[in-house]
């Protein structure tokens, strides 16, 4: 597992011409595609995928893809905010953060007087669904992929599905004739009036059914052969335990929430274990079924993440043995979900574009046994009290019960403005504002664990000079919305206890998969050109024949696709 430590930066120098190698040859004429569908695997870097290619199944999901698709191996965002908000939008809009506006997945809103959740929206909910209420696309600021099929292919549907509630509403956006996500209080599949006014029937018999309850008690062991879990190991005292009231970290392990019967303690482990993938597929295949998605010759979008890669990865690190599991096991729910598209839309009738909305980082005593420089601790936390000591010094203290920094979340400092202008003296308030943020800035910057930090307004005021490093973060920014002192974390340091995580601009966090398959794109291809993961909305434009998204910044590779 070398791979997190290879390609530093590369993809943001590489300008190489789009060249297509492999068994695959020249495009295909093709027909027009009656269903695409956008999926995103929750926190699948490049680099894990990597170190668990040689153990997926010959007949599994990336199998197929890497036969009869097209894989890019230079894919990465170009933001540097690397979390699950912003990179859904991003697959929806084909944009940067910078663009569509989720910048974070929660941020600081001065007028709330609170951080804000990206999805969050005063939202009525269904009589059967009233755990989906308050949820919302509103804070997208660009039309999405979804949004122009539905403008422009009359009688299109757009479905969206995910375990969690960002994915499936940042993905698809607001004209989309239904988003649901899973509520792990209930176990249900919900939605809210924000897309329809009426429980649709195919929901209502799936939540019914209750196939979640079904997985009560099922055994999570390994499901590959054991060649396929060398290396790792199972035990490390920094994985978070199985929330089975086991407080064992290792396989096998029984998904029960610790309850003998199925509940919120049982939903949320479901959603820490493979298990959170195989009901997104499910509710996949019911969305399909239930909207009549590919049935006729108006072609379709569906959107579907699968959000337990995360979830997992974050539990018990991405190099653990229950993260490779969980692909493995993925590996398969892609065969299965493929082949359900074949029977209900046919063979060659639907399209699909994989990426996933961010990477990982290793865990810091993975990479640190593999001598690098690597650590954690509350690194956030120290970096907020060293800003608020230099701020003291400089201008005194602020107001008894108050803070110069309100908020730090994400990689970013939120002043509170009020503070500012109560010791502003006889400077200017913007005097003020990048005074403070550039004392603010050094002084995070020196903190353990830190490798930089910028004032935000520097960051947008200064030509970047061709610094991929401020260009990521440029484009992660948004006025109002991303902070006023932008911290980025050393390479390999993690912010918490929690075993991995990611959020920086570095190479594992950025660096995604991407494979595309389907009528009209050449089988078995490599395209070297750097993509966006916001790529399918403009391959997906092009194939239904369509604008592509205002604020897609992709190109069609020459060569990947003809349309009949
Ligand atoms: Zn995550």
Not at 222 to 239: H, M
Not at 487 to 501: E, H
Request: hydrophobic share 40%.
């Amino acid at each position: 597992m070398s791979r997190p430590f290879v390609r530093f930066t590369a993809v943001l120098v590489l300008a190489v011409a789009a060249s297509a190698q492999g068994r695959g040859g020249p495009t295909v004429d093709a027909p027009r595609p009656r269903l695409v569908v956008l999926c995103s695997i929750d926190q699948l870097a490049d680099w894990v995928w990597q170190a668990a290619r040689p153990h997926f199944g010959k007949d599994g999901g990336f199998a197929r893809l890497l036969g009869n698709g097209a894989y890019f191996p230079q894919c990465a965002y170009e933001h540097a905010c690397s979390e699950t908000g912003p990179g859904h939008a991003t697959i929806g809009t084909g944009a940067p953060a910078a663009g569509h506006g989720i910048v974070r997945n929660a941020w600081w809103s001065p007028a709330d007087g609170r951080a804000v959740y990206c999805v969050e929206e005063p939202m009525a909910a269904l009589p059967e669904l009233k755990e989906g209420k308050d949820r919302g696309p509103g804070r997208l600021l660009l039309r999405t992929l979804g949004d122009g099929v539905k403008a422009h292919v009359p009688g299109a549907k757009v479905v969206s599905v995910s375990w969690k509630d960002r994915a499936a509403i940042l993905m698809a956006g607001r004209s989309a004739d239904i988003v649901c996500w899973f509520e792990a209080t209930t176990g249900n599949l919900v939605t809210n009036t924000a897309w329809v006014d009426k429980t649709p029937g195919w929901i209502v018999d799936f939540n019914e059914k209750r196939a979640i309850d079904g997985f009560h008690g099922w055994v999570w062991d390994r499901f590959g052969p054991p060649d396929a879990y060398a290396g790792l190991v199972d035990d490390r005292p920094y994985e978070v335990p199985h929330q089975n009231g086991s407080n064992q970290r290792t396989l096998p392990q029984p998904v029960t929430g610790g309850k003998p019967e199925p509940g919120g303690a049982f939903y949320t482990q479901v959603y820490v274990s493979p298990v959170g993938n195989t009901m997104v597929r499910l509710a996949g295949e019911a969305a399909v079924r239930g909207n009549g998605l590919g049935s006729d010759d108006v072609p379709d979008l569906l959107c579907i993440s699968f959000s337990s890669v995360d979830i997992v990865g974050h539990t018990f690190g991405p190099d653990s043995v229950e993260a490779r599991d969980t692909l493995l096991r993925l590996d398969r729910e892609l065969a299965t979900f493929f082949a359900f598209l074949d029977r209900e839309v046919g063979a060659d009738r639907w399209a699909v574009f994989v990426t996933a909305d961010h990477g990982v980082g290793p865990t810091p005593e993975w990479a640190k046994a593999h001598g690098v420089d690597a650590g954690r601790g509350l690194l956030q936390t120290q970096a907020r009290a060293a800003a608020e000591k230099a701020l003291t010094e400089q201008f005194g203290a602020p107001p008894e019960g108050k803070r110069w920094i309100t908020h730090v979340g994400e990689f970013s400092l939120f002043f509170d403005q009020a503070v500012l202008e109560s010791k502003q003296g006889a400077l200017d308030a913007a005097t003020m504002h990048r005074q403070a943020s550039r004392i603010a800035a050094a002084a995070a910057a020196g903190t353990k664990g830190f490798a930089a930090a910028f004032a935000t307004s520097d960051l947008l005021e200064t030509d970047p000079l061709g610094d991929p490093l401020r260009i990521a973060l440029r484009k992660a920014l948004c006025p109002g919305r991303a902070g006023d002192v932008q911290l980025v974390v050393k390479p390999y340091w993690l912010d918490g206890v929690i075993p991995a995580s990611h959020g920086t601009p570095h190479p594992y966090d950025r660096e995604v998969v991407a494979f595309a398959m389907g009528p009209g794109v050449p089988a078995g291809v490599r395209f070297a050109a750097p993509i966006t993961p916001g790529f399918g909305t403009v391959l997906f434009a092009e194939m239904l024949g369509i604008p592509k998204p205002p604020g897609a910044v992709d190109t069609l590779p020459a060569g990947l696709f003809r349309m009949r």
